[in-house]
């Protein structure tokens, strides 16, 4: 075992072993990139039946992401979260993707209920909107590096 020594004294009579309790809360800390001035933080408890909830969620998003399919939860009519499309543009216009964004959720989800069937990545509406972003967004490079992370990290 390599010894340890305290960096003020250079020895170790001064140190003492604790052994940790596992972690029960803890704090996110997000600052947004293009604005450092936005920031959010949230306080979470640990809740082991709520991570393996989440975790499973995230299996079946990493599933259909494997499958190049966008992970829409019904095919057939209304919104995702059962509210009524409405002439008078709800329930988006209360809605930051909506009016003010650019309601490619809406007609990825109207196209996915066309076809009946689960929408590819590469015709999702929000391809476009990356190209207009970013002329030279291609989906191929993301999933590729998206992948490389997956199989290079541990936690899979
Ligand atoms: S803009 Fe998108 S997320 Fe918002 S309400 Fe409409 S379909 Fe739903
Ligand atoms: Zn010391």
């Avoid at 940790?20 to 600052?31: A, D, I, K, Q, R």
């Avoid at 949230?42 to 809740?47: A, C, G, I, P, Q």
Wanted: aromatic share 12%; glycine share 8%.
């Amino acid at each position: 075992m390599v010894p340890l020594l305290c960096p003020e004294h250079g020895g170790d009579k001064c140190l003492e072993e604790v052994t940790l309790s596992p972690v029960e809360h803890g704090y996110l800390y997000y600052v947004s990139r293009n604005d450092p001035d936005i920031t959010r933080e949230y306080y979470y408890e640990h809740d082991p039946a709520f991570m393996e909830a989440g975790r499973k969620q995230l299996r079946v998003w990493r599933k259909f992401f494997e499958e190049g399919v966008l992970p829409a939860t019904q095919t057939t009519g209304k919104h995702p979260f059962g509210w009524n499309w409405t002439t008078d543009d709800s329930p988006c216009k209360w809605c930051p993707f909506g009016p003010t964004g650019s309601y490619v959720c809406k007609e990825d989800h109207q196209e996915t209920v066309k076809r009946g069937d689960l929408l590819p990545l590469a015709e999702s509406a929000a391809i476009e909107l990356a190209r207009e972003a970013r002329p030279d967004y291609d989906l191929g490079l993301v999933r590729a590096a998206v992948f490389a992370r997956w199989n290079g990290s541990a936690a899979n």
